[in-house]
């Protein structure tokens, strides 16, 4: 059975983008719009990794962290966040909130991938 | 072995004869898209004596040319036995009125002869040539100059 | 790769959303909206475009958008104060932004200069404030690395010849909050295990009594021996999410063993034979705090050392007390499980297949009822009854499909700010724009031809109904005019209305003007309302020099001919001083006619219910011959041309009987009113709009055709273009007349 990835993204683009590359890949994709969306899902779904955009309406990707965190189902997933910035400032606030590790925006679909595995297996 | 399919196919086409009056023409069956009954058509105002008007074609809008009066005959009465050829022409559809269906013919281009030089212009405009069968002699008719032009014959 | 090209495609139009969205923000924020998530939204917007614009390397769009992006930052940040001054930079840049968009997406290029500066004022927006130019280059240098990033480390090394095998010793010990955030060990390992051969040593020495374990604690640690023609950024970028949750030490003994004096061979079989045995016992990985996917594997690994078989009991208690909590009550994730999903997209050729089959539908009814009835059945029959329910239900159908098609005119709507800035700009007015009921709807196909002539409105209202600054003033008013766009449903078709607070329509000026162009006797006596209308006419135009913004010597006649091409209609209503309104009423669809169905020379033809003033008996005393061939009749001691439409189509030569004829009072283009002549009335309904030209051509005098309840074809007057004809012949006629005497 192949592996599930929740992506959460407000850009349609990126979700698309992030579709494709995961497909690709094998993987089966559901899709979230915004952190309040991806905590909806993530009643219905059991994804095994998710990645997550940071800056979205309604919940950003650090309220979605702390939200997936908190909740026992779902703390041990691997959560990857979607930066454009390469900064530390933003990763390590990634970081504590909770997230697995991150992928720079625009992202590389082989390295895309590779991040999924180092956190997924 | 392929130079031979090559020619059959080129060459080998079925065509659908009618007729209009005492003369027999015939299409291309690859443009014919079905034939009708004649139903009364709506005129158009300001068109050419050929165009018969439109009737509606499962909801599209079908002009009709009556093809006697294109090819320079008398035009036709028509009556319920008269028909129409729905062909395609480019990317339009047109319906015909002919006489009647009278064959459906499989010939191959060496049997079409040059058009004879006693034809008149108008026949000259839309046979593309002659095929002899059976001691019929039938037109073989080109179909991309039986409408009007847009807006050419507009007055 | 088409897959690409359509997601490209999807960002485009994500990108004018977002440029939407960046608008209403800019606006709202300007109006004095200090909601921090508007703020947000606008930050959201310009760093969307940025973000999808890197995935396709348009690279001028990053550049303004992150320069933009910087500048929405410090305004974010509360670093920057929205300013009015600010605001109208951003919205300026907005608009560049735009360009920049629409450039990547059509080709083109920006106007390089417009961009420049822009660029430039919004660096100047940094609070930090050092100069512009300087910081260019720190940009882009900042920049660089996020490009850099993305390149893979796999290409440049295969671009390297033969690296050398060098032998790692990586000590990792992993700290609890590494498995907080969800990172495993063992797939750390194998990531590792990739990069080369390996050997691993687990340290279990840590481990607690059983009664002290912290199920999620962290308590081994590893020692992997690596042997690679991978570098240590390699090795530490498998590390690189989990290096402040774990003590990592790289060492390389690369200085010491040059490769060739390795028997590499053997070390390798060596170690191959070590990770094997490492690995099967690694499965599943011993650490691994994950307690529902652990519970459903208990089975496991009861195997290797003591360690192990501890921690996967503790997991399996961990797990079984997870799951309890879980099964507990939690009725409605099923339910919530699929998620919003609240719309879908549909290939446009798919929704207008469906409008024509309905279409086909809203036909064959009414030849099914016109059946029924020519059969003579009673109405109270069942047949009749379900008739009429069909009738229903066509109907509603034919309701619910065109509401698939439509669409909020809001996509029209926000064009027009933009272009009240240049307009404003470029007239030197002050100018606020208020939209109302952008959320109406209206069929795709009649809101794609509305831009034009709203565009010609708005910029007609700016400079032809708004005063200066200076005169507004003078006038008692505030500086800043006022132009305002609505919509709204009113009976069953689109109202729109634009209208200025400005100065009025002149109306002694637009009678002298339509006097001297001949349009009207000089000393014609015409209502205010009258009046106002004169500037429909074809060849007026009011602005004393043909300006740049209204138009190149078009007028208003063309606003009212696009929009009587849509079936619409346009009146204007003015008071002086206090501003003036241009009302628009357009159908909901292109697709279906609102018609009276008339009969002329045995022929049914449907004329426009929308041209159709009123219908009335035409009386002997009021009808009189007027040169050649031509005739009026008085309505209401105004005497208006009578054209008789079966003359016109030529269905019949000789001019009909008034008498035995219906006369429909129309009003075409310009406003002008003129009679039309038909045999009878068989009544008004609806009719589905059919192509003509789709299998022959355009006919002079035919709008297009429609199908009858009789199955048959009947044509749609062009009620514009028979009285523009008539008027062509009478014109022609007294020519000849005058040169024959």
Known sequence: MSKTVLTVDDSRTMRDMLMLALSDAGYRVVQAEDGVHGLEVLLGETPDVIVTDINMPRMDGFGFIEGVRSDDRHRAVPILVLTTESDAGKKDRARRAGATGWIIKPFDPVKLVAAIRRVAA | MTEIIRTDIASARELIAFRIGAQEFCVDIMSVREIRGW????????????????????????????????????????????????????????????????????????????????????????????????????????????????ERDAA | MDAMAAIKQTFFQECEEQLAELEIGLLAIQDGDVNPETVNAVFRAVHSIKGGAGAFS?????????????????????????????????????????????????????????????????????????????????????FEPVLMDQSMFDDELEAAAAPPVRLFTIRFRPKATLYAKANETALLLREIGLLGEMAIACDASALPLLSELDPEGGYLSWTIELLTTQDEAAIREVFEFVEWDCDLDIESDAASAAPDDIDLAALIQKMQATVEAELSALSPPPTRVDPLAEASRKDADASADPGVIDLAKARQKKSEQAVGEHLGPKPDQGAAG???????????????????????????????????????????????????????????????????????????????????????????????????????????????????????????AIDHGLESPEARAAAGKPEEGLVHLSALHRSGRIVIEVSDDGA????????????????????????????????????????????????RGVGMDVVRRSIQALGGRISITSRPGRGSTFTMSLPLTLAVLDGMVVTVAGQTLVVPLT??????????????????????????????????????LDYRGENADPLACVALLVESEGGVRSALLVDAILGQRQVVIKSLEANYRHVPGIAAATILGDGRVALILDVDAVVASSRADSAAFEQSLATAG
């Open chain 3, 338 to 460: 699929g998620a919003s999903q609240p719309t879908i997209r549909v290939d446009l050729d798919r929704v207008d297949r469906l409008i024509n089959l309905v279409g086909e539908l809203v036909i064959n009814q009414a030849m099914l009822a016109q059946r029924v009835m020519e059969a003579g059945l009673a109405r109270a029959s069942g047949v009749a009854t379900g008739l009429d329910e069909l009738e229903q239900l066509t109907r509603e159908i034919q309701d619910s499909v065109m509401a698939i098609r439509a669409q909020p005119v809001k996509s029209v709507f926000q064009r027009m700010p933009r272009l009240v800035r240049e307009v404003a700009a470029m007239t030197g007015k002050l100018v606020r724009l208020v939209t109302e009921g952008e959320n109406t709807e209206v069929d795709k196909t009649v809101i794609e031809r509305l831009a034009d002539p709203l565009t010609h409105m708005i910029r007609n």
């Open chain 2, 39 to 150: 139903t009364p058509a709506t005129a158009l105002p300001q068109s050419p004596c050929f165009v018969r008007g439109v009737v509606n074609l499962r909801g599209a809008v079908l002009p009709i040319v009556d093809l006697a009066a294109r090819l320079g005959f008398p035009p036709a009465e028509p009556t319920a036995r008269h028909v129409i050829i729905v062909a395609q022409i480019e990317a339009q559809v047109v319906g015909l009125l002919v006489d009647a269906v009278s064959d459906i013919l499989t010939v191959t281009d060496d049997l079409v002869q040059a058009t004879p030089d006693v034809a008149s212009d108008m026949a000259k405009t839309f046979v593309r040539g002659v095929l002899a069968i059976d001691k019929r002699m039938i037109s073989l008719i080109a179909l991309d100059q039986v409408l009007p032009a847009p």
């Open chain 3, 504 to 551: 009025g329509i002149n109306r002694a000026r637009v009678k002298e003007i339509a006097a001297s162009k001949g349009l009207i006797a000089a000393d014609a006596s015409l209502s205010d309302e009258e009046i106002d209308n004169l500037i429909f006419l074809p060849g007026f135009s009011t602005a004393p020099s043909i300006s740049d913004i209204s138009g």
């Open chain 3, 58 to 142: 348009l690279d001028d769009l990053v550049h303004f958008a992150h320069v933009f992006e910087t500048a929405m930052d410090h305004l974010r940040a509360g670093r920057l104060a929205p300013s009015h001054e600010v605001l109208k930079t951003m919205l300026r840049a907005m608009d560049v932004l735009a360009d920049f968009v629409r450039a990547a997406r059509d080709g083109g290029c920006v106007d390089a200069e417009r961009s420049q500066t822009l660029a430039k004022e919004l660096r100047a927006l940094d609070p930090d404030g050092s100069g512009a130019g300087s910081e260019m280059d720190d940009e882009e240098i900042a």
């Open chain 3, 611 to 648: 041209a159709i003033v009123e219908t009335l008996q035409p009386k002997i005393a009021d009808v009189h011959g007027f040169g050649g061939g031509a005739r009026v009749i008085a309505i209401r001691e105004h005497f208006t041309p009578l054209i008789d439409v079966g003359r016109e």
